[in-house]
Structures are given as structure tokens and as C-alpha cells.
């Protein structure tokens, strides 16, 4: 097999992957509950041409992503199918675990500040990916060098966190302003 | 020579340099990481880049973009791993080289076959640049609307295998750029009451979500590879570029391509290497030792994907077209700064795009000599853990989405598409389309409703030659796609019958 994708080079994926079936499946049932929501999410103006309806995009897409999933649904379920559907499901849904975390350290910037809500990201999650040591050392220089470069030379714009307000009045504007 | 030295004057600046300077060897890190690749590196760096100027910004995100397949070229030859998806092709003949104990032959011929593509193509855009500015005011609405179609159905057709997956997710993307109110006559699409929808939704956080977001989830799901580097020794320069030179044929038709390739909207580096590869296998002597390390083997891959970057940013700078996700990147920085790619910047700005051209000439002068004695050094970056390179990226990612607009919608809504683009990575179904889509469907909205006020009849549409040529060249690729999938069929069908 190795020798057969050598001699003709082949990137694309040739069967059918976990989890394929399914994604097609639910791309179908979105793309069909928003068709069915065309006639209340669009207007259609009187008098007006139809490429310059509001409705006509929206139509056309959505027409394109049930039609373009249906045929995918067929074509792909004429493959032969690789097991662990539910497997492969279970693991798009154990990444929302990260999401939460990225979620959290946003939500936490604008009240500790960034600086420490970086630290303790990237420490933090450091750990969790099971690192232990110095890369835990390695992931606090690392977020002490992004807040250094980005926020406080290149002034990328990131809300000082209200935990700042808490320091003497000289060292708050150092911390709100570069920290 | 006024335009040269106008030119020269406008990257002739620290700041031009500097951006120059960091986005070339930041792109050429970036490509040497597996797992992270320009697309990422661009994404995140996008934003930043909307407080400088246009100049400014673009020549950091064209260091990157045109920088990181030559690092990319280090992973793929030496641990057999692409550190970008169009480097794949380099390690059927890099990594056996290495194997060899020929690494150092294989990288050097990579860097050698890279620089030799991008200046071919920077050289013939140069050239091609006065052709070029005379076509461009002939494009008008519906010429412009004709080329993004054709952009968009050669970005589906060119998924070979996947054409169907290709054409469901460009429609997500030409979908999601209709939510939100519509810029003619203000009525709200899809914005199911909620007050953060009808400002649409922003392309930078689908950016995000989908390349950087995506990513660092695809790296946390996985398992840390340790990586064994192999020891590859110091770079010959004299003696290996005079190695490189006995290829020139095969790196000049490469380069070739990838022109070609490059310019036609949706088609790029893929299909440009692909053709190279089959060319050089072909025509050479020892046709039995592709896949198994012969050099020529890699001087069509890296050539050919080398020389697409210079010429991708033809349509995107005529035509205000992106043919593929990079550019459609870069076209967010021309909008963001008020500057419309397009005809009129052609042949007024002529300066400002021979600007670039040379900031794409002196970024791969950098980079060649940076890599023929950084490599070594830059090979220790390869060994960051997958994992904690997925933190690292998170991290990043955040500075794009939050220093937008500080708002943890932004985020969500990235982290949103992260998910979906993580589940699309894991099936290994191609995102490009859907940035795509969003990009090319706007414009295509924009220049259709234009269009159509002027015309009466369907044949007035493409009455003038270039909406002619681009019409028919979508109907030939439609019906070239129909006829592929039929002679697929029956070589199947042939194939079971035998058995």
C-alpha cells in the first residue's frame, strides 16, 4: 500500500474515516432546519430583482450545503466504513474540555489581568497535558514572553484586569497600561 | 525606473524591514513546527497587524506565507513529517535521502530549489506585471463575479476525492458571510433575534476558530511523538548549490507551474507540486527511484510550491480575488486599511504592488541565508512536544480574538468554530473552502446584484471577451469534473468486472 501511494502521490483521504457518516448526517439536519427557517430569517422585497433579494443568498448557500451533504452522505456511505463512530464522537466532545478552559481564561482577564490570567493558563494547563517540571517552568516564561511582547510592546489592545485597581496609584498604570 | 524607485521608497523604512525581517524568519520557524503551519501562524498574527500600516502589515504576513514551506522542507525531509501540508510531497524523496545519511544534500537542495522558484516567479510577475495592469481595468462586475465563481468551483474541484465535502463547506462559508444585516437594503438574515449576529460574523474569528483554534485542539487530542533528530552536519554552500543546478530543467518547469498554478484562483500549491512531481518523474532518467530519495524528486515538489505565494497575490491584487486561505487573509488587512484590491490598484498603484514584489525578493534572500547556517539551531524547535506546542498556540490564538474587540462573544464564537474545525481536521475534510466561501460569496453577492442592474438578456452577461473566457472556462471545469467522475466510475466498474 505504501509502495502503491509512493509511485502515485496521493494527500487525500482515500476511505472512509470514523465518524464521517455521522457528520454528514447532522451537516443535513442544520442545513435542512435552516432551510426550513428561510421564510422568517429572510425578507423577500416586492418588485425587487431576484439577485438583489435578500433571500436569494441565504437560498442558494443553504440549498448548496443539503445538496452537497446529501450526495456526500450517498457517495461516502458506498465506502467501506472504518469502525468507532461513537469513539470518534467522544472525542470531538472530550475537546470541548479545552474550549472550557480557553472560555475561562478569557473570562478571567478583564478581572485578574492578563498577565496573571496568562501565567496561570498556560501553567495551568501545562499541568493538565500532564507535564510536569521544567516545561511547567518552560509554560510560565512563555506566557510571561507573550504578555511582554504583545501587550506590553506592542500595545495589542487587552483590557487591564480590575484586580489592578487594588495596587498603589504609581505601579496601577504600570499594571494597566503594560500588564 | 520611476516606479522601481518609487517603490524603492516605500519599503525603504525600519519598520518595513523589521516586519520584513520577523515575518520571514518567524515563517520560517513557524513552517519548520509540524502542527502549525502559515495558515495558524497568519491567523494569529492578522490582527496585530491592523494597526500598522498596509505596507507594514502585509510585508509581515507575506515574510510568513512566503518563508514557512521552506521551513516546512526541514521536518519532511529529516523526521518525515510535512511541517506544512504542501511539503508532503518532499518526503517521499527527502526522508529517504536522509536515511541515506544525505540530509544535509536533501535540505540543501530543498533551500536551493525554493529560492530558485520564488525568484522565477517574483521575476516573471515582474515581467507579466505592465500585461496585467492593461487587463485589469477590463474587469468590471460581472467579470469579477465570473472569476470568483470560477475561483470557487476550482477550489471545490481541485479536492480531488473530496469534491462533495469541498462543495458542502464552501456553501457553509458563502452561508455564514449572508447572517447579519445586508449591506442593500438592511433586512437581518439569520440573526434569530440575537443582537450579536447582526453585525455578521466576523471573518478573522472564523480565521481563528478554524486554523488556530482547531489546531492546538487536533495537538491536544494527540499523543506527544519524540522526535529523534538526525545529525545532518554543516552546509557546503558552493558545492551544494552547484548540485542543485544539474536539476534546473526539472526546477525551472516546476516553477513554472506553480506560476500557472498560482494565479488561477483556488488551484495553488497542491495541484502545482503535484504536476511538477508527475513532470519530473516522467521526463527522468531514473524514474524508479522516485519515492525512494531521488533528488529530482524534491527540486519539483519545492520549486513548484515555492513559486505559488508571488503569483497567488495576482488575483488577489488585479482582482481583489483570493485564490486560497492566505490570501484570503491578507485581503482582510487591505479592507481593514481602506485599500481595495482591484483593478484601480493596478493601475494606480502600481508602486504599492511592485513594493511588495520586492519585499517577496528580499524575504527570500533572508530566508536562504538564514537556513544554510540556522538550520541545526532551528531544528531544536522541532522538538517542543506537540502538546505544549498546542498551549502555545491557544495562547496566541487568544491575542487575535480578544484584542478585536474585547469580547468573549468573539471568543466563543472562534472557539465555536474551533470545534467544528478540529471535527473537519479529524476527518480530514479541508477548511480552505470555507474561508473561501465566505470571502468569494460576499464579493460574488456585491458584483451579481451590481451586474444584473445593467444587463437584460443572460447572453448581455457575457457578451464582453473576459466574462466570455472566464464563463466558458467554469463550464469546461464543471464538465471536465463530470467527465473525471464518469471515467472513475468505469475504471472501478472494469477493476470488479476483472475480479
Redo the contacts between chains.
Keep these: 500500500m505504501a509502495d502503491d501511494v509512493r509511485e502515485e502521490p496521493h494527500v487525500f483521504p482515500l476511505g472512509r474515516k470514523p465518524g464521517e457518516m455521522l457528520f454528514c448526517t447532522l451537516m443535513l439536519v442544520l442545513g435542512g432546519l435552516l432551510i426550513a427557517a428561510i421564510g422568517w430569517e429572510t425578507t423577500w422585497l416586492e418588485g425587487k430583482r431576484l439577485s438583489a433579494q435578500p433571500r436569494f443568498w441565504p437560498t442558494i448557500s443553504l440549498v448548496g450545503v443539503v445538496l452537497f451533504a446529501g450526495l456526500n452522505w450517498l457517495s461516502r456511505s458506498k465506502v467501506e466504513r472504518t469502525p468507532g463512530r461513537w469513539a470518534e464522537a467522544g472525542i470531538w466532545l472530550r475537546s470541548l474540555e479545552y474550549v472550557g478552559w480557553y472560555l475561562l481564561y478569557v473570562w478571567a482577564i478583564p478581572l485578574i489581568g492578563y498577565l496573571p490570567a496568562t501565567v496561570i493558563f498556560c501553567a495551568g494547563l501545562t499541568l493538565r497535558l500532564g507535564y510536569r517540571g521544567r516545561a511547567v517552568w518552560a509554560a510560565i516564561g512563555f506566557a510571561l514572553f507573550v504578555v511582554l511582547f504583545f501587550k506590553s510592546a506592542m500595545n495589542v489592545k487587552i483590557p487591564g484586569g480590575a484586580l489592578y485597581q487594588l495596587a498603589p496609584e504609581g505601579l496601577r498604570y504600570i499594571l494597566l497600561r503594560y500588564f | 525606473m520611476e516606479l522601481l524607485s518609487s517603490s524603492i521608497d516605500l519599503i525603504a523604512r525600519w519598520d518595513v524591514m523589521a516586519a520584513l525581517l520577523i515575518g520571514s524568519i518567524g515563517g520560517v520557524i513557524v513552517g519548520g513546527l509540524p502542527g502549525v503551519g502559515a495558515a495558524v501562524a497568519i491567523a494569529i498574527v492578522l490582527p496585530?497587524t491592523f494597526?500598522l500600516e498596509p505596507i507594514v502589515g502585509l510585508t509581515a504576513l507575506l515574510g510568513i506565507y512566503g518563508s514557512s514551506m521552506f521551513g516546512g522542507a526541514i521536518p519532511a525531509i529529516l523526521v518525515n513529517t510535512p511541517g506544512t501540508?504542501v511539503n508532503?510531497?518532499t518526503t517521499?524523496d527527502g526522508y529517504p535521502m536522509t536515511l541515506r545519511g544525505e540530509g544535509q544534500r536533501a535540505l540543501s537542495l530543498a533551500y536551493s530549489a525554493s529560492f530558485y522558484g520564488a525568484i522565477f516567479s517574483i521575476v516573471a510577475l515582474m515581467f507579466l506585471a505592465p500585461v496585467l495592469a492593461s487587463i485589469a481595468p477590463m474587469f468590471g462586475s460581472r467579470e469579477i463575479f465570473l472569476a470568483a465563481l470560477l475561483g470557487i468551483t476550482l477550489v471545490i474541484i481541485t479536492?480531488?476525492?473530496?469534491v462533495?465535502?469541498a462543495?458542502?463547506l464552501?456553501?457553509?462559508g458563502?452561508?455564514l458571510q449572508?447572517i447579519g444585516i445586508?449591506p442593500?437594503?438592511y433586512?437581518?438574515?439569520?440573526?434569530?433575534g440575537l443582537g450579536w449576529l447582526q453585525s455578521g460574523i466576523n471573518l478573522i474569528v472564523v480565521v481563528l476558530g478554524l486554523f488556530a483554534?482547531s489546531q492546538?485542539?487536533v495537538l491536544?487530542?494527540d499523543k506527544d511523538k519524540p522526535i529523534k533528530l538526525p545529525d545532518v552536519g554543516r552546509p557546503k554552500v558552493l558545492e551544494q548549490v552547484r548540485d542543485f543546478w544539474v536539476f534546473k530543467r526539472v526546477a525551472t518547469v516546476g516553477s513554472g507551474f506553480g506560476v500557472i498554478c498560482g494565479m488561477i484562483p483556488g488551484v495553488g500549491e497542491?495541484m502545482s507540486q503535484?504536476m511538477s512531481?508527475?513532470y519530473a518523474q516522467r521526463t527522468s532518467k531514473t524514474p524508479e527511484l522516485?519515492?525512494?530519495g531521488n533528488p529530482e524528486g524534491i527540486v519539483a515538489s519545492e520549486a513548484a510550491n515555492n513559486s505559488v505565494p508571488a503569483a497567488a497575490m495576482i488575483p488577489l491584487l488585479a482582482l481583489g480575488i483570493p485564490g486560497e486561505e492566505l490570501t484570503a487573509m491578507m485581503l482582510a488587512v487591505f479592507y481593514v486599511h481602506n485599500v481595495v484590491p482591484g483593478p484601480q490598484l493596478f493601475a494606480n498603484q502600481m508602486d504599492f504592488v511592485l513594493a511588495l514584489y520586492l519585499c517577496l525578493l528580499l524575504l527570500n534572500i533572508i530566508v536562504v541565508v538564514f537556513l544554510f547556517f540556522a538550520t541545526s539551531t532551528l531544528m531544536k524547535a522541532m522538538t517542543i512536544?506537540n502538546?505544549?506546542l498546542?498551549?502555545?498556540i491557544?495562547?496566541?490564538s487568544?491575542?487575535g480574538v480578544?484584542?478585536l474587540r474585547?469580547s468573549?462573544t468573539d471568543?466563543?464564537i472562534a472557539?465555536g468554530f474551533?470545534?467544528f474545525g478540529?471535527?473537519l481536521k479529524?476527518?480530514?475534510?479541508p477548511t480552505s473552502p470555507i474561508i473561501l466561501?465566505i470571502v468569494l460569496?460576499k464579493l460574488?453577492?456585491d458584483k451579481?446584484?451590481t451586474a444584473?442592474?445593467r444587463v437584460t438578456t443572460p447572453w448581455e452577461f457575457i457578451d464582453r471577451p473576459i466574462a466570455f473566457i472566464l464563463f466558458t472556462m467554469i463550464v469546461i471545469a464543471v464538465l471536465f469534473q463530470g467527465w473525471t467522475i464518469i471515467q472513475a466510475r468505469r475504471e472501478r466498474a472494469s477493476k470488479v468486472s476483472d475480479v
Design positions: 496585530v494597526s501540508p508532503a510531497l517521499y479536492h480531488r476525492g473530496q462533495l465535502a462543495g458542502m464552501a456553501s457553509v458563502i452561508f449572508t445586508e442593500s437594503a433586512t437581518q438574515r439569520f440573526t434569530f483554534v492546538a485542539l491536544f487530542m497542491f503535484f512531481y508527475a522516485f519515492g525512494k512536544p502538546r505544549f498546542g498551549m502555545m491557544l495562547t496566541f487568544l491575542i480578544y484584542s474585547n468573549l471568543v466563543a472557539s474551533g470545534v478540529f471535527i479529524r476527518l480530514d475534510y466561501g460569496g460574488m453577492e451579481l446584484r444584473m442592474a
